[in-house]
């Protein structure tokens, strides 16, 4: 039997990069998924032709969630198609970074709009659609809601901010059996971090981050999407409000 048979899950921002390595991951695993997407169309059709391709259940959800009205939209399509909600992944994120001189009222919202705001919304319009039995989110982080590079003040910033909010809605569901954590990565290669300049081989960010990781390398989207199928599954039946760091060691 697999883990997650029956089970319903809605990942955020699962067009491409770590949000679609974790749609897979659980849709493996027995999910149905909705893949949701902001602007990526053919990046999500992409991402559902290949669950079904493997004999998964998964459709695609458009909605910007930053914006409410659209997480309702989300959350009502995931209803009328699949009928009820077992595990959520707040994985919609963008990251800029920017040294404190050249911060603008508008590097700020954005960030925190999605990577705040948004989650909160979302996970407060997710949890009404969680039967009595409870459900899990899973809070995508960052390790830089602890380690805060230069230049990273207001990305850092949103992080840390998502791992309180973690720990904090954990305490207020668990009586619900809503569980509710974090997985923290470390630097990922993915479509984001090449565009943002990051990740691209010999850069010197991805050398430097290579140089002080233990285990010698950067991360791939599927060395984080096994750690959100444990958190979803009943195998982590008994953890909540935790930050789970996957970083090859890196602090
Ligand atoms: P990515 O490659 O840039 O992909 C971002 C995904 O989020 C895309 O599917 C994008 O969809 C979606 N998205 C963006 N804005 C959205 C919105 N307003 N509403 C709905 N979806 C939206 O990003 P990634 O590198 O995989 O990062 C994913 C998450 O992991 C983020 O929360 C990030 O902070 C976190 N993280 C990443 C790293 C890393 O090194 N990559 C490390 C630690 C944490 P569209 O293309 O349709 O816009």
Known sequence: MKKLEG??????GASKGIGASIAKHLAAEGAAVVVNYSSSKEGADRVVAEILSEGGKAITVQANVAKKAEIEH???ETQQVFGKLD???NNAGIYEFSPIEDITEEHFHKQFDLNVLGLILTSQQGVKHFGSAGGSIINISS????LA????????ATKAAVDAVTKSLAKELGSRNIRV????PGMVETEGTHTAGITV???EGRQQTEAQTPLGRIGQPQDIAPAVVFLASSDSAWITGETLYISGGLR
């Open 149 to 156: 590079p230069a230049n990273s003040s207001v990305y850092s």
């Open 7 to 12: 089970k319903i899950a809605v990942v955020t």
């Open 74 to 76: 989300l959350f009502a």
């Open 87 to 89: 595990i959520l992944v």
């Open 201 to 203: 081989a010999k850069s």
């Open 143 to 146: 390790i830089v809601s602890t």
């Open 181 to 184: 954590n974090s997985i923290n």
